[in-house]
């Protein structure tokens, strides 16, 4: 069983920064990729990005690339999202999720984090 517990959502202003972190529990983290997506009110949950599981490869969605940067730290069981030059088109529930298997079939996942943007 693993536990994903996401933190550092808020409200920021267009143009600003934040931090998310996704803490897992378990002590095989660096054997899982892990991802985080993000769902809008009223929109389907989307792919956002995807590390490996030393961290060497990083995967993200072309809405997001070069705005933002998926990192881990496996010693303390934590991804990262750091998001950078933020949109109001990025409000939206932030989720981190553990791919087990890496077969890009996500077997857990956190109770998420809201982000929002004002304009």
């Not at 989307?46 to 070069?66: D, L, P």
């Not at 990025?90 to 004002?118: I, K």
Request: hydrophobic share 35%.
């Amino acid at each position: 069983q693993v536990q994903l517990v996401e933190s550092g959502g808020g409200l920021v202003q267009a143009g600003g920064s934040l931090r998310l972190s996704c803490a897992a529990s378990g002590r095989t983290f660096s054997s899982y990729y892990m991802a985080w997506f993000r769902q809008a009110a009223g929109r389907e949950r989307e792919f956002v990005g995807r590390i490996s599981r030393r961290g060497g490869e990083t995967y993200y969605a072309a809405s997001v690339k070069g705005r933002f940067t998926i990192s881990r730290d496996n010693a303390k069981n934590t991804v990262y999202l750091q998001m950078n030059s933020l949109k109001p088109e990025d409000t939206a529930v932030y989720y981190c999720a553990a791919d087990l298997l890496e077969d890009y079939t996500y077997d857990y996942w956190g109770q998420g984090t809201q982000v929002t943007v004002s304009s």
